[in-house]
């Protein structure tokens, strides 16, 4: 299809989304063209199923103020976050147009972890990502590096959280997930997955891939011309390439104030579509409920 078509086209279904939105009084009605198109193309246009992903990636960040509300990346404690952890979009995508993402321990010390926080912190810079990436990739690839991380990190994690984490990672993120790569895993990797087994989908665990201490099985997936120098890679410096995205993150500080464009409101939720009830006590795929 052409490219003038391509655009053609997307317009016209960024105008579908729009019209259905204003039938849905309870979402937030002024979404980027953008962050639509971006819902749009993780569902491969579909019309319906992108209906339905914009109303969970809404209703679960309504039900998770621990992980999406109050978020200013100049606070205290996002700026200790964004010192000891490195949460890297990489610039070179893979062959395969796979975007890769690093997520790793600047200071291992395990007091300065604080679990909520890195997560409230991670999500900024993904918002960051989905308004000013207008080259969507075909597929998302995160690499954990558990260098440093100790069970004192484990013991840190609240399961409520996770669980809310987990579901909205799998049902709600707009992403095509690909692989899921974890570096250095440590001895304790056991009791890590049995953290996570029981909210994780046996699609998503399907896609995880380890990877021991000094190995170099990470070059059977992921070629080294599209890695950080720190990982044998030439795509620049990983530190260098934190500053610029925190820089970025800094600038959408009144994005993420703007509550309107992140919340729903219960009480405006039409009659027929009532997906926002007991939401994290159900089970199994929420993509099929009722959206109309």
Request: glycine share 2%; net charge negative.
């Given at each position: 299809m052409p490219p003038q078509e391509i655009a053609t086209n997307q317009k016209e279904d960024i105008g579908k989304i729009r019209e259905w939105l204003t039938k849905q009084p309870h979402l937030?009605?002024?979404?980027?063209?953008?962050?639509?198109l971006r819902f749009l193309h993780t569902c491969n246009y579909s019309l319906e199923q992108t209906k339905q992903l914009i109303d969970l990636f809404y209703?679960?960040?309504?039900?998770?103020?621990?992980?999406f509300g109050n978020r200013d990346p100049s606070d205290a404690a996002s700026q200790e976050i964004f010192k000891i952890i490195d949460l890297v979009p990489l610039p070179k995508p893979t062959?395969?147009?796979?975007k890769l993402f690093i997520y790793r321990l600047a200071d291992p010390d395990p007091d300065k972890y604080n679990f909520?926080?890195?997560?409230r912190?991670?999500?900024?810079?993904?918002?960051?990502?989905?308004?000013?990436?207008?080259?969507?990739?075909?597929?998302?690839?995160?690499?954990?590096?558990?260098?440093?991380?100790?069970?004192?990190?484990?013991?840190k994690i609240t399961l409520p959280v996770l669980k809310k984490y987990m579901l909205y990672t799998q049902e709600a993120h707009p992403i095509r997930l690909k692989q899921i790569h974890i570096l250095n895993i440590p001895p304790f990797l056991d009791r890590c997955l049995a953290l996570l087994k029981p909210f994780m989908k046996s699609e998503v665990a399907s896609m995880l891939?380890?990877?021991?201490?000094?190995?170099?099985t990470l070059f059977d997936y992921v070629s080294r011309d599209v890695l950080p120098a720190e990982y044998g890679g030439n795509v620049g410096k990983l530190s260098e390439m934190k500053d610029e995205w925190v820089k970025k993150v800094l600038a959408k500080k009144e994005y993420f104030a703007d509550e309107s464009r992140w919340r729903v409101d219960e009480s405006k939720r039409p009659a027929q579509n009532q997906n926002g009830k007991q939401l994290f006590g159900m089970q199994g795929s929420f993509r099929s409920l009722s959206i109309d």
């Open positions: 937030p009605q002024n979404i980027d063209d953008v962050l639509i209703t679960i960040r309504s039900q998770a103020p621990e992980i062959k395969d147009n796979h909520v926080d890195s997560l912190t991670f999500f900024m810079i993904a918002d960051t990502r989905m308004v000013l990436e207008t080259e969507f990739h075909s597929g998302e690839i995160p690499i954990f590096d558990m260098e440093g991380f100790s069970l004192r990190h484990l013991t891939h380890f990877h021991l201490p000094n190995s170099e």
